[in-house]
């Protein structure tokens, strides 16, 4: 298996005037309340540890507070941390220069804000061609890279416009084609569409999803909604109080939290939208026809399927056509219900 593009190990971050004695109560783990409450120290993450694979969306999730954007910060460090590393690409980015950090800011690493971050005195062709002028690129460069980029998230038209006459969904496409212009390998994105109203929310996602699809970046995307994580990561990690909770692809979230935290996030989700068909089909059987699917096909889209052609079956099968499973509609409905004990989520300590 490759390395991973990105690695988090045992990293611990604590605010307060003392961090370096704070960070061995943190170690024999005292609660996130108690080290503020007795000690007046605030636990920003806690041992965490995570793999993120290149040309993949890692998503991170939690509650207010939980520790999402101060892990984000971690990887460009704009945050220290108290302990651990941050690996990417074989280079510990605690370990860099402030030349090697500065090159590692501008060509490798683009960050994308919850606040857009957009220069109010700039129209939208200077916004984008901002990092590539701090990169050095000559005139012609850039004005090609911004024309392209322009087109490519839909603002074309609008190029002499302030960020003040755009809406917020435009201006979230602006700051976007300012992190892509630079042409960087990973992409933070820090709440990058929770400041949006929701049609605008997730028409940002499927603009984002294409352009992964074509770019194939490395991307973080720091979030509190469970329907977008599920929409658009390839892996999630949920926090809470600074620790990782539960990380995973977003069927196994679904199909198997680990405790009622993580059980409550995923309780109201449209199962349909996130279970394989793979997952619950059972060995083929001669009796069973419908409609071909190949195993990761969506139970909402197999349903759909199923009722246009009004049959009580789908077979599932491999690329070369071969039949190595099928579903019936009963089967479809019952996974996408979710069950009363929400899969056997344990029961969190008390």
């Known amino acids: 298996m490759a ?20 960070i061995g109560l943190v170690r024999d783990g005292i609660s996130k309340q108690d080290l503020l409450d007795e000690h007046g120290h605030v ?10 694979p290149g040309q993949s969306i890692q998503v991170v999730m939690g509650l207010s507070g939980s520790g999402k ?31 090697e950090l500065r090159d590692f800011r501008r060509n490798r690493a683009s960050m994308v804000f919850q606040s857009f971050a957009l220069m109010p005195h700039r129209t ?36 002499d416009h302030y960020p003040g006459h755009l809406s917020g969904g435009m201006q979230q496409r602006v700051g976007i084609g300012r992190a892509l212009a630079t042409d960087a390998d990973i992409l933070l994105m820090d709440e990058a569409f929770s400041a949006l109203d929701p049609l605008i929310r997730y028409d940002m996602q499927s603009v984002l999803l294409d352009l992964q699809a074509e ?16 929409r658009i990561g390839d892996s999630i990690a949920i926090l809470r109080d600074g620790e990782i909770v539960q990380q995973g692809d977003p069927q196994s979230i679904v199909l198997h939290p680990v405790d009622d935290y993580v059980a ?7 199962r349909g939208k996130v279970i394989k068909v793979g997952t619950i089909m059972r060995p083929p059987t001669d009796e ?14 197999v349903a759909r399927l199923m009722a246009n052609e009004r049959s009580g079956w789908a077979r599932v099968i491999e690329a070369s056509g071969q039949v190595v499973g099928v579903v019936s509609t009963a089967d479809v409905m ?3 219900v979710r069950r009363a004990n929400n899969g056997g989520a344990a029961k969190v300590a008390q």
Do not use: C
């Not at 409550?264 to 449209?270: A, M």
């Not at 069973?288 to 889209?301: I, K």
């Open 334 to 336: 019952a996974s996408m």
């Open 3 to 22: 390395d991973p593009k990105i690695r988090i190990e045992n990293l611990y971050k604590v605010f307060g005037p003392n961090p370096e004695r704070a």
């Open 124 to 159: 939208v062709v200077q916004n984008i061609a901002y990092g590539l002028t701090i990169q050095g690129l000559d005139d012609d460069e850039i004005k090609r890279r911004v024309a392209r980029w322009i087109e490519r998230i839909e603002l074309a038209g609008y190029e």
């Open 215 to 230: 770019l194939k970046k490395t991307i973080m995307f720091i979030t509190h909604d469970l329907d977008e994580a599920l």
């Open 69 to 99: 954007s101060t892990l984000i910060r971690h990887i460009n460090r704009l945050i220290e941390p108290t302990a651990g590393s941050v690996i990417v690409d074989g280079q510990n980015v605690l370990e860099m220069s402030n030349k």
């Open 43 to 52: 636990l920003g993450v806690r041992n965490i540890s995570l793999d993120m």
């Open 264 to 270: 409550d996030f995923v309780k109201d989700i449209n």
């Open 288 to 301: 069973a026809e419908g409609p071909a699917v190949d195993a990761d096909t969506l139970l909402e889209d």
